[in-house]
């Protein structure tokens, strides 16, 4: 463990470390071996990289990139989104007047909405496009089930986000889309109706499902996907980095102790073959 300081350490301190003790109570810098280790595998910054990775993992035609570019993808949404965030108003008599004006009266207002637009279906299709390069490399197989269901589950938070985000500018297209997308939600088998209610709030669409589809857009679902990402990167690392195909896998050469870096959590260690 790091140690607290004392009152007495921090005296005839600079000011600056005087004011770093009163936020953070350990050194800025790690001082010791033991300090190093536990601030890395404390850190979840430090410690989603794994220390070494495989030349493989680091070629573009591993992964075409996919997943980084829908990763930064969702980064220009969230930055635009909160943009957009200054001037939208969630009620049926201003959402389109609003809409408006942002295209003819705020600077950049056309750009920052087309960027928020075409952004949202950016990351539709390079989610899909990545979950495909991963089935084709056979990387949602063991030990990486978990994160291929993740991946299910940021695919369908993608979607419900483009869905709630579509109603938003309040015109007869978001209008009649959101009418049919939760009239076929009704016809679900036995919770149907009560799915359709709960998202419009209200018999009908309205005013009561402007907001709540306004909420769901701009807080619960981004809260919820920026998690759920942290914890798919998170993944990649505790199952051993990038997949690797099988032969690669055995050649590659153990360090010392037990297992690679890169050797998932429960692997046995990795036998050197030539
Ligand atoms: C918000 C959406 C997503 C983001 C931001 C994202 C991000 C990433 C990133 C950055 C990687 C590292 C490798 C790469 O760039 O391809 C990765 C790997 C992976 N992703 Fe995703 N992903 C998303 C959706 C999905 C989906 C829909 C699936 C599948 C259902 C999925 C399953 C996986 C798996 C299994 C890996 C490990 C692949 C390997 O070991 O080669 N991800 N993801």
Do not use: C
């Not at 075409?64 to 009620?91: A, D, E, R, S, W």
């Not at 299709?125 to 949602?140: C, D, E, I, K």
């Not at 109603?167 to 016809?187: F, H, K």
């Not at 419009?200 to 589809?213: H, I, K, N, P, T």
């Amino acid at each position: 463990m790091q140690s607290v300081p004392h009152a007495d350490e921090t005296r005839g301190k600079s000011i600056l470390h005087r004011i770093w003790y009163s936020i953070f109570r350990s050194p800025p810098l790690p001082v010791s071996e033991l300090d190093r280790a536990q601030s890395v595998a404390n850190n979840f910054f430090l410690h989603i990289h794994s220390a070494k990775v495989h030349e493989r993992a680091l070629r573009f035609k591993t992964t075409l990139g996919l997943g980084l570019m829908t990763f930064f993808t969702f980064i220009i949404l969230v930055v635009t989104g909160i943009l957009l965030m200054f001037y939208y108003v969630p009620t049926p008599e201003k959402a389109y007047d609003r809409m408006l004006d942002l295209r003819s009266a705020v600077f950049f207002g056309t750009f920052l909405r087309n960027m928020h637009r075409w952004s949202a279906h950016a990351m539709v299709l390079l989610a899909l496009l990545h979950m495909m390069r991963v089935f084709l490399t056979g990387s949602h197989k063991s030990p990486r089930e978990f994160n291929w269901v993740l991946g299910v589950f940021l695919l369908l938070l993608t979607l419900f986000m483009s869905f709630t985000g579509y109603l938003l500018p309040w015109d007869q297209l978001a209008y009649w889309a959101i009418v049919v997308g939760t009239a076929i939600a009704g016809y679900a088998p036995v919770v149907g109706d009560q799915v359709r209610f709960i998202l419009l709030g209200d018999s009908q669409v309205g005013s009561e499902a402007l907001l709540r589809f306004y909420v769901l857009h701009v807080a619960v679902l981004p809260t919820v996907l920026t998690l759920l990402i942290g914890w798919h990167f998170w993944r990649i690392r505790k199952d051993g980095g990038l997949a690797r195909p099988r032969e690669d896998l055995a050649l590659a050469p153990a360090p010392a102790g037990t297992g690679s870096d890169n050797a998932p959590e429960d692997a046995p260690p990795e036998k050197e073959e030539r």
